[in-house]
């Protein structure tokens, strides 16, 4: 019953998400604005971790699952980025080398300023 429970706020709390995709009138998918109110109720504690923390955790375990779908959806519009190849073989590795870098610049910085050593 208690995933039921975490499923059910988490699954509530998308759907809100989905809802404002539709009245505010910008650019940004509905889970963005879903992960922002989450973010936003555990900030305030109107939701402790505890509430959605197995259900979370199972969700992220089975996440390579939901990459499936887009997988075959590329291979079967493979025609079309067929044209696209070559600079997707350059900028793939490229943004994925900037993300990178610029993650454990942050992840650095964040530790310094909590007093962290700065060579993990």
Request: aromatic share 8%.
């Amino acid at each position: 019953m208690k995933y039921i429970k975490q499923f059910a706020i988490i699954l509530t709390i998308t759907c809100i998400g989905e809802i404002l995709k539709y009245l505010i009138d910008l650019p940004i998918p509905g889970s963005i604005y879903g992960l922002i109110i989450m973010f936003l109720l555990l900030l305030f504690h109107v939701l402790k971790p505890e509430d959605v923390k197995e259900t979370g955790e199972f969700l992220i375990e089975i996440m390579p699952l939901m990459f499936i779908p887009a997988g075959a959806g590329l291979l079967s519009s493979f025609d079309v980025l067929k044209e696209m190849l070559i600079p997707l073989l350059v900028i793939i590795p490229l943004t994925t080398c900037i993300v990178v870098f610029v993650s454990g610049r942050v992840t650095e910085a964040v530790l310094h300023m909590k007093g962290g050593k700065k060579n993990v």
